[in-house]
């Protein structure tokens, strides 16, 4: 048996039992998380938000700190040192006792994120793209899925951080920020690279029984 975490985009786009039985037929048992990470990543950034003068940059998404990689100004800007909220979950997992020797599959809504966990070689731990993962073990031609309105994390997530932050999702929009150097009127800037968040991203199947 292997273990799997679904990230909540994905988990969103199914019906659970459907998703588990599937699963489990498989040969993958579902793991989650114990901490709640979305909040300690908030904490974090708070914590970050005191300690500099500097514009924060939104480090939750790989893909938009590359998109912007030619406008950073270390003098006017940080990237904190906060992984992104999926691969503080990858680390707890990989470091749980009852799950240590057990190989785990992380999944996640792009090939971006899976690109970056994969590069931090966590053990028993591999990161594939939940696309990927539905084609590999043709879970795609057994479950509908759900098309998602929204991400199950909007663009938004800082708001109640009560900072002057911009929220920036699309490549064109985060690159036009910077370019016209507006993080010069913010303490923090959301980036996500996908337009609306990660139920958009490269790693999701929106339809796959077309
Ligand atoms: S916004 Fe897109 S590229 Fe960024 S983490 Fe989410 S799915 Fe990945």
Known sequence: ????????VVDQMYIKEELDKALIENGYQRVEVQTDWHKI????YTKALKETNLTILDRR???????????????????????????????ELANREDL???????TTPCESLA???????????????????????RLDEMLEVKQLEASPIPPGYFTELGV?????????????????DLHRQDELVEM?????????GDGVLMNERK
């Open 100 to 106: 240590k020797d057990k190989k785990k599959i992380i």
């Open 61 to 91: 998404c790989p893909k938009a700190i590359e998109a912007i990689h030619e406008y950073f100004n270390k003098e006017e800007m940080l990237e904190p040192s906060i992984e992104p909220i999926l691969i503080h979950c990858a680390i």
């Open 1 to 8: 048996m292997k273990y799997i975490f679904i990230n909540p």
């Open 41 to 44: 990543v908030k904490e974090k």
């Open 192 to 200: 996500l690279y996908c337009h609306h968040g990660c139920n958009n």
């Open 164 to 180: 002057k932050t911009t929220s920036l999702s699309g490549e064109e929009n985060i690159k036009a920020y910077f370019k016209s």
């Open 115 to 137: 690109y970056y966990g994969n590069k931090l070689n966590l053990q028993n731990t591999e990161f594939i793209s939940w696309k990927v993962f539905a084609k590999q073990t």
